[in-house]
């Protein structure tokens, strides 16, 4: 059964950086795209950025330019590099892997 644990959220002035990490659990993290959405009050969950097992990303025109994904498959972890943050970007912010497994989420905030 596989468990996805985001970390690294928190309360971030608008310029700053965070990274979010979600370390996965279950067995076979090596195999499956992974991906970040997040989920703003009142709107839709969108897609932030996803990654293959190879490396290969993709990002939302939103981000790019300041999001970087990453992926460290000896540790089973998934990463989200996020600079130069503006206050559009807060959000809970949920991991996913494969079609349909989800972290629980990390609230980012951005403000002054």
């Known amino acids: 059964q596989v468990q996805l644990v985001e970390s690294g959220g928190g309360l971030v002035q608008p310029g700053g950086s965070l990274r979010l990490s979600c370390a996965a659990s279950?067995?076979?993290?090596?195999?499956?795209?992974m991906a970040w959405y997040r989920q703003a009050p009142g709107k839709q969950r969108e897609l932030v950025a996803g990654?293959?097992?190879?490396?290969?990303?993709n990002y939302a025109d939103s981000v790019k330019g300041r999001f970087t994904i990453s992926r460290d498959n000896t540790k089973n972890i998934l990463y989200l590099q996020m600079n130069s943050l503006k206050s559009e970007d807060t959000a809970v912010y949920y991991c996913?892997?494969?079609?349909?497994?989800w972290g629980q989420g990390t609230q980012v905030t951005v403000s002054s």
């Open positions: 996913k892997r494969g079609k349909s497994s």
């Open positions: 279950g067995g076979g993290f090596g195999i499956y795209v």
């Open positions: 990654i293959t097992y190879s490396g290969n990303t």
